[in-house]
Each structure stands twice: as C-alpha cells, then as structure tokens.
C-alpha cells in the first residue's frame, strides 16, 4: 500500500464519528501539496473537498506597493488572517464556504473560486506555512485535526523549483536565478521552522 493510501486509511480511521475532520497539508514550494491533496480527495471520494492557500496571495499591485513584488509566496505576502478565518469557519460541521483559489497562469487569485459544501466530511487544506512557527502562522497547527508535512531533500526541491519556472517559459539561467532569488528561500523557512505534524511523508524516487 502507498504512502497516501496509507494516510487515507488513517485519516478514514481517526474521523470515525466526526461530521467534519480537517486535514492540513503543508511543506515547501516544489514538494507536491496540491498532488498529494488531490489524490487524498480521490480516495477519500465524494465526502472530501480541497482549499489551497495559494488563494490568499495578496494582489500584485499590493505587493508592488509594499515593496513585496520581489518576495511573493514569503509569509508575509498572504492573507493569514483570512485563511485562519476561514479554516475556523470550515471547523464547523455541516458549513459551507467558497474559498480564493490561485490561477497560476494568470498569477492572480480568484474570489469564491472553489467550493466547500456543507456535505464535506473532510475537508483538506493545503498550503507551505500551515505548521509555520511564526506568529500568526504559528496558530493555524491547532486548528487541524490531522496535520501531514511533505520532506523533500533541498536538492530535489531546486530541481523541481527550477523546471516548474522553465515551463511557465523562462530560459534555464532565468528559471535558475527566479528560483534561487525567493523560491529557495521561501522553501528553507519552511523546513527550518516547521511545528511538529502526524504524518511525514518522505520523497521517495
């Protein structure tokens, strides 16, 4: 049985009797939340639903006027305070919520794009800062009932990091310097400084 196969069984296992269990998913840029929150609502079937923080990404032009352009997807470069509220509201059985949800083609999120229905009985949340243990990052750990951290060795996440750029059309050394300049930085806060999670899940060729 895989990883996520595995994972799923527990969280099937620990949600018994729950009427909503909520699942947060995180790690660093490039480790692969949204694959694995993806195959999760798979075999978890219809009872699951999946938010990504990417949605809370503050807008372009705010990040340009607070000098933020250059640093986009830091920690402060979110809305924390709307993905706590929100995750608060989902703890809630039987409640309903369209979240943001981040278009990477278009580099922007889009309001009340994705849809939590009252029906969910797990819902996933996804995003790099989810056990951050940084204030105010550091008080969304508590909220979840289960919380998965993704480990991916450093090199592996540069690679990776470096081609995700490559296909949005940047030329090799433009790619290497976009992800070396923020991405990386970004990706060693998030395993320097992470709280403790349930499940790690270890990269695996």
Avoid: C
Avoid at 68 to 95: N, Y
Avoid at 122 to 130: A, D, K, P, Q
Avoid at 135 to 145: I, M
Wanted: glycine share 8%.
């Amino acid at each position: 049985m895989s990883d996520v196969a595995h994972l799923a069984a527990e969280l099937f296992r620990r949600a018994s009797g729950r009427e909503r269990f909520l699942v947060g998913i995180a790690g660093p840029p490039g480790s692969g939340k949204s694959m694995l929150a993806e195959r999760l609502r798979e075999l978890l079937g219809a009872e699951a639903a999946v938010v990504a923080m990417d949605g809370f990404h503050l807008d372009n032009a705010l990040l340009a006027a607070r000098g933020l352009a250059g640093r986009k997807g830091a920690p402060e470069t979110f809305d924390v305070g709307g993905l706590a509220a929100l995750v608060e509201r989902l703890r809630a059985p039987g409640s309903e919520a369209f979240a943001p949800s981040f278009d990477r083609a278009a580099d922007l999120a889009r309001a009340a794009a994705a849809h939590v229905p009252a029906s969910a009985r797990f819902v996933i949340v996804e995003g790099n800062y989810l056990l951050f243990d940084r204030a105010p990052w550091s008080g969304l750990s508590g909220l979840f009932d289960w919380r998965v951290f993704i480990d991916v060795p450093r090199g592996e996440l540069a690679r990776r990091l470096v081609q995700r750029w490559i296909d949005h059309g940047l030329d090799p050394q433009a790619a290497r310097e976009r992800a070396f300049s923020n991405d990386m930085a970004n990706a060693d806060l998030v395993i320097e400084r992470r709280l403790d999670a349930d499940t790690v899940i270890a990269f695996r060729r």
